[in-house]
């Protein structure tokens, strides 16, 4: 070690420091496909010890390392009472073709907001990175910021990886 620098840290200072991880060999890259989300890549050697070693790309969804799975059968997944600020809830799901997520609102007893309650949620399918969760009635969540409520995920088949409020 050069002056106590670690000599990889002390490359990546002489390059400047990088705007993301890349020394970890994370790097956030756009998607192959047109109009789909950026991906987290990881970059890995193969075969570097024989003459025609190859570079593999491997690639994971944004905030998408950890995710509450619900199997096909069904699960549920309630939130301690949390208090937010902003207008909209915003998840990170996927789900198979027969999945779903459905959010139920409680207040901090468990019991139903009206116009949140499970009834009125709208089943939501697919696969998105930033999706703003809808209620039937387009009731917005600005009413009960700044108020301890818990969210309700009951989900089929899915995988529920973040939630924010906008």
């Known amino acids: 070690m050069a002056g106590g620098v670690p000599p ?5 200072g002489a390059l400047g420091e990088p705007k993301q991880p890349d020394r970890l060999g994370l790097i956030q890259t756009p998607s192959f496909f047109p109009g789909a989300p950026d991906e987290i890549s990881l970059y890995s050697t193969e075969g570097y010890y024989v003459k ?7 690639t994971v969804r944004m905030d998408g390392f950890v995710s509450v799975h619900a199997e096909a059968p069904g699960g549920e997944l309630v939130t301690k009472p949390l208090v937010f600020s902003g207008r909209e809830l915003v998840i990170n799901y996927s789900t198979s073709a027969a999945g779903s997520v459905r959010v139920e609102i409680q207040d901090a007893q468990g019991i139903p907001v009206p116009g949140f309650a499970l009834a009125d949620a709208t089943e939501i399918y697919g696969d998105e990175v930033e999706f703003a969760v809808p209620w039937k009635a387009g009731a917005s969540l600005e009413g009960l910021a700044g108020k301890p409520v818990r969210f309700r995920f009951v989900m089929k088949d899915a995988d529920l990886y973040s939630i924010r409020f906008e």
Do not use: D, K
């Open 8 to 12: 990889a840290r002390a490359a990546a």
């Open 52 to 58: 025609n070693a190859r570079l593999r790309r491997h």
